[in-house]
């Protein structure tokens, strides 16, 4: 059984601003590793919108390697994209042939791909991550913290419906100072 893991960049404070934060080649690093080791990712609109920067860096690198090879592996990875006003992820729009919009609730979805066998499925956009803490189904959150204060936006942790203990696994520290917390839901 394949598990659902969250993956995603937050400030210190808790907020999820990709406006903050400046990802080095560590970080850009790490992030394509992460993608090489799953079979699919999961994004809502806005953030699958957000990241179809990389596309376009795959198709005109920029020739800063760690972000060109990231743009690569983002290029690659299929994406599951969830969405009430998007309607297509056609390739002639979007550029990406690996994305499809999900016909499924996000419930639906998640459940089947957990049940077939396979690569882990990364999950990175914060709306999707509260919606799979609710359910219950996130089976490991890792949270890159970065050593910025952002003093606002988008809190991660916004309308969790219930107390969620976590128990910390393991810890990954870059460089320029931000860590990877790596946590699964403690057993109560």
């Known amino acids: 059984m394949r598990k659902i893991l969250a993956a995603i960049n937050m400030t210190l404070d808790g907020f999820c601003d990709h406006m903050a934060i400046a990802p080095d080649e560590e970080i850009h690093q790490h992030y394509q590793e992460l993608l090489g080791d799953a079979d699919?990712?999961?994004?809502?609109?806005?953030?699958y919108q957000l990241m179809q920067f990389w596309q376009t860096l795959a198709?005109?690198?920029s020739g800063e390697k760690s972000m060109d090879d990231f743009a690569t592996a983002m290029d690659k990875i299929p994406k599951i994209v969830f969405s009430h006003t998007l309607k297509d992820t056609d390739p002639m729009i979007t550029g990406?042939?690996?994305?499809?919009l999900s016909a499924q609730s996000l419930e639906e979805k998640a459940l089947e791909l957990k049940q077939k066998s396979g690569k882990d499925i990364f999950v990175g956009s914060r709306s999707l991550i509260i919606q799979l803490m609710n359910l219950k189904l996130i089976d490991e959150l890792q949270l890159c913290v970065h050593p910025v204060v952002a003093g606002g936006d988008l809190p991660l942790f916004e309308k969790i419906s219930d107390r969620?203990?976590?128990?910390l696994i393991k810890t990954k520290t870059f460089g320029g100072?931000?860590?990877?917390?790596?946590?699964e839901p403690a057993k109560e």
């Open 164 to 167: 969620t203990s976590l128990k």
């Open 96 to 100: 990406w042939e690996s994305a499809e």
């Open 59 to 61: 198709e005109n690198p």
């Open 40 to 47: 699919a990712i999961l994004y809502g609109r806005v953030t």
């Open 177 to 183: 100072g931000a860590v990877v917390l790596y946590y």
